[in-house]
């Protein structure tokens, strides 16, 4: 069983940064895709973006492209999502999530095994 807890999630000023972090625990994180998605008030959860297990690529949504990046720690078993120039819109709770599977396109939820239970981020304008 896989158990992940997200952290880093606060308040700040559009422009600003901040890093949320997953720790990762029963399972190596490297065994995943690991991704943050993203749910706003009253919106269905959103795919932000992804790291695969074996090649360590990247994919984002078209909406953070550019401003938010990826990473993962393996010694630390923990996952990173640095997020720069922040607007109001990126307001929302954001978890973060591993999939077993070895195909998909990674953007769905349901793609997904395991979950965090969030952090929220508030970006004020």
């Known amino acids: 069983q896989v158990q992940l807890a997200e952290s880093g999630g606060g308040l700040v000023q559009a422009g600003g940064s901040l890093r949320l972090s997953c720790a990762v625990s029963?399972?190596?994180?490297?065994?995943?895709?690991m991704a943050w998605f993203r749910q706003a008030p009253g919106k269905e959860r959103e795919f932000v973006v992804v790291?695969?297990?074996?090649?360590?690529?990247?994919m984002s949504s078209a909406s953070v492209k550019g401003r938010f990046t990826i990473s993962r720690d393996n010694a630390k078993n923990t996952v990173y999502l640095q997020m720069n120039s922040l607007k109001p819109e990126d307001t929302a709770v954001y978890y973060c999530?591993?999939?077993?599977?070895?195909?998909?396109?990674?953007?769905?939820?349901?793609?997904?095994?395991?979950w965090g239970q969030g952090t929220q981020v508030t970006v004020s304008s």
């Open positions: 790291i695969f297990r074996e090649i360590s690529n990247t």
């Open positions: 029963g399972r190596t994180a490297s065994s995943y895709q």
């Open positions: 999530a591993a999939s077993g599977r070895a195909s998909g396109t990674f953007r769905m939820a349901y793609e997904y095994d395991y």
